[in-house]
């Protein structure tokens, strides 16, 4: 069974800050490794257009909505490849949320979320925490 996540993370600075360069750099090189990964089906691409979703915080706001076959591989995604160095690091560029700031919900086969459903679902595991219908960091908890 597929699943939809949704991340996001609020930048400490301008996305075009020179203290953010290093990670903004990375970020295509992340989504080719991503794209090549095991299990990875598909990442929404237009980060302004009509299915993303809008933040009152503005440009310091950064997303990333993909489908992955299963949990296990974007898991493996997550802390397997370059991603991981990267995601050791969202200190330096990201304050803390205080809240969730990662969705993961099973979706038929062929769907693709937009921002409106990837939003309900994150606020949903903010309101109800995690389920079988939405579930969140606990699912990728780096393997010990």
């Given at each position: 069974m ?15 800050d ?8 990375m ?8 794209a090549?990964s ?18 009152p915080?503005?440009?310091r ?13 974007l ?12 995601r ?12 969730p700031?990662?969705?993961?919900w ?6 693709r ?5 990837a939003?309900?679902m994150l ?17 990728l908890l780096?393997?010990a």
């Open positions: 597929p699943f939809a996540q949704f991340n996001i993370a609020l930048a400490r600075w301008d996305l075009d020179p203290r953010m360069k290093e990670f903004m750099d970020v295509p090189k992340m989504n080719a490794i991503a090549r095991p299990g990875y089906v598909w990442r929404l691409e237009d980060e302004a257009g009509p299915d993303a979703p809008t933040f915080e503005g440009r706001m950064t997303f990333t909505l993909s489908v992955w076959e299963s949990v296990e591989e898991r493996h995604f997550t802390w397997n490849t370059l991603h991981k160095r990267f050791l690091r969202t200190a330096e560029w990201f304050v803390p949320l205080g809240r700031y990662l969705a993961i099973p979706i038929a086969t062929g769907h979320p937009n921002g409106a459903e939003l309900d606020d949903r595991l903010t309101r109800q925490g995690p389920s079988k219908t939405v579930f969140g960091t606990e699912a780096e393997p």
